[in-house]
């Protein structure tokens, strides 16, 4: 089945760092890729999206580029802030399912 | 545009008690989910439904039971509550199979 992979947390980085976060995927087609972000107490909300390959999402500062050959969507920031500290959710999309496939989030903590 | 909205924001229960969590949206959106999140297991799916007048069954939906009561609103019900269902529950709502949009969840306590 499809299913999303990425790295365990938490990540913890100090203010300003250049922070990665590595999600990678498996699925049977063509998905669209998302990260979503969910700040303490809150719902998740989407970041960032890319529906193919070779496409870059961007939003606040954060990248990430669809790899088909290597089946990734890395999530990336310059220049991390505290208030970027968060849990961060990769996840697919398939046109043929109304599920998506969620990873099991990474925590960010960033540090003054 | 509130987008994504639950009630209520906390609730406890006592252990047999039912309850039902109502989740609405105003983005015309045609399929709405449920999910739970509990520590260290990511978010699971209780029921969804892809439009109106449909429901199916997510990953745990044992102890559950849903109602898309139109196309703007969709209800999760606990018959009979157990501690094991101590969690945070979130609604979501999509458009035709594309981001999810999430309610800012229901966090309950089962003693």
């Known amino acids: 089945g499809d299913s999303v992979t990425q790295m365990e947390g938490p990540v913890t980085l100090s203010e300003e760092a250049f922070l990665t976060i590595n999600c990678t995927y498996t699925?049977?087609?063509?998905?669209?890729l998302f990260w979503y972000v969910q700040y303490p107490g809150e719902g998740l909300q989407l970041l960032l999206k890319a529906t193919k390959a070779d496409d870059k999402g961007s939003n606040k500062g954060f990248e990430a580029t669809y790899r088909k050959e290597t089946t990734s969507f890395h999530l990336e920031k310059g220049s991390v802030q505290v208030s970027d500290s968060a849990v961060y959710f990769c996840a697919l999309s398939l046109g043929g399912s109304y599920i998506p496939t969620f990873g099991r989030g990474t925590s960010l903590i960033v540090h003054p | 545009n509130a987008g994504v909205t639950q009630t209520p924001k906390f609730q406890v229960l006592k252990t047999g008690q039912s309850m039902t969590l109502q989740c609405a949206q105003d983005m015309n959106h045609n399929s709405m989910y449920w999910y739970r999140q509990d520590p260290g297991m990511g978010l699971r799916l209780i029921y969804y439904s892809a439009s109106e007048g449909t429901t199916d069954k997510g990953e745990v939906p044992n102890g559950y039971n849903v109602s898309r009561l139109n196309k703007r609103e969709f209800s999760l019900r606990l018959e009979s509550a157990a501690p094991s269902q101590t969690s945070v529950y979130f609604c979501?709502?999509?458009?035709?199979?594309?981001?999810?949009?999430f309610g800012p969840g229901t966090r309950l306590t089962v003693t």
């Open positions: 979501a709502s999509s458009s035709h199979r594309y981001e999810q949009y």
């Open positions: 699925a049977t087609g063509y998905p669209s």
